[in-house]
């Protein structure tokens, strides 16, 4: 087996164009987080990293280990303690309209309807409903929710809730999804469908992603390049590209030596087996 480890070196042209480099979304540079108080935590230290724009990147790493706190200082819902964060060119200080976070669970409003919760976003930004109601109506078809708008989330299955949740910050349109274990408290099934529904958006809509998992084989199916953190406090230890072709299908993916590779390869260096 022999597959590259790198770290791509952030202002290089893309491979083999000559072309001028794209954007970065977001841009991490020696991030240091620390948690003060009686039990002070040094959550990461030194932590680099660029994600172009329409990149999928994903993040593992020990439990512990910073992931959900970088994504959060990402995301402008943390401060960080040294260092430098960028979206879209400028300093991180605050959220902004152009990320979108999606968690664990969902965070759907119990008492509105899948159509009122993919609404509020509107309400919330004094956007007209109006504007947002086509959208909906389609978010709402394409993440397979057709005939549950007027449900209410306890009457949604998890997979359900969570497509929801993830419609809710489509139809904000960020250019950013920050996905920190979106599918995490899903069954394995669950999981796969919408692990292709989302490869499908990303593609569709031209995102960039940045996901925070425990999955090896979700890292691996559907991003461009896995970043692999050490224990806290946090590092960037690994950069490793993910040289799959695209579209992914399951069938396709999962029956390519490559991908088995990339698997062992990221089970070792988690100390998996
Ligand atoms: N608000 C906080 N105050 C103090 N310590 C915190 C806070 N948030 C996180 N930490 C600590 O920072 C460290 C990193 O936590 P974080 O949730 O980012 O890890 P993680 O890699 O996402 O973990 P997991 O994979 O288990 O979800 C942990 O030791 C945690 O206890």
């Known amino acids: 087996m022999n597959l590259k480890i790198m770290n791509k070196p952030q202002d290089a042209a893309e491979p083999g164009t000559g072309a001028a480099p794209q954007a970065d979304a977001i841009r991490v540079a020696n991030v240091v987080k620390r948690f003060p108080g009686k039990h002070a935590v040094n959550a990461l230290e030194d932590v680099s990293l660029a994600i172009r724009d329409r990149e999928f990147v994903s993040i593992l790493g020990p439990s512990g280990c910073g992931k959900s706190t970088l994504l959060r200082i990402v995301a402008g819902l943390v401060p960080h303690s040294e260092g430098l964060v960028q979206v879209c060119n400028r300093a991180m200080v605050r959220p902004v309209p152009e990320i979108g976070v999606v968690f ?116 691996v199916f559907l991003s461009d390049r896995v970043l692999v953190m050490s224990g806290r406090p946090g590092r960037i230890i690994h950069d490793i590209s993910i040289d799959l072709p695209r579209p992914r299908k399951p069938e396709h993916v999962k029956t390519n030596p490559r991908y088995g590779e990339y698997i062992a390869q990221l089970s070792h260096i988690m100390g998996v087996y």
Do not use: C
């Open 104 to 219: 664990q669970t969902s965070n759907m409003l119990p008492w509105l309807t899948v159509e009122q919760n993919m609404l509020l976003g509107a309400e919330l930004r004094k956007l007209p409903r109006e504007a947002l109601a086509g959208k909906v109506r389609e978010l709402v078809r394409t993440l397979g929710l057709s005939g549950f708008e007027n449900s209410y989330p306890h009457q949604l299955s998890g997979g359900m809730r969570q497509r929801a949740s993830i419609g809710q910050i489509l139809a904000l349109d960020p250019k950013i999804l920050l996905m920190d274990e979106p599918f995490g408290a899903l069954d394995a099934l669950t999981r796969d469908l919408l692990n292709v529904e989302l490869l499908r958006i990303w593609q569709e809509h031209m995102k960039t992603v940045l996901l925070v998992t425990h999955s090896i084989q979700e890292a």
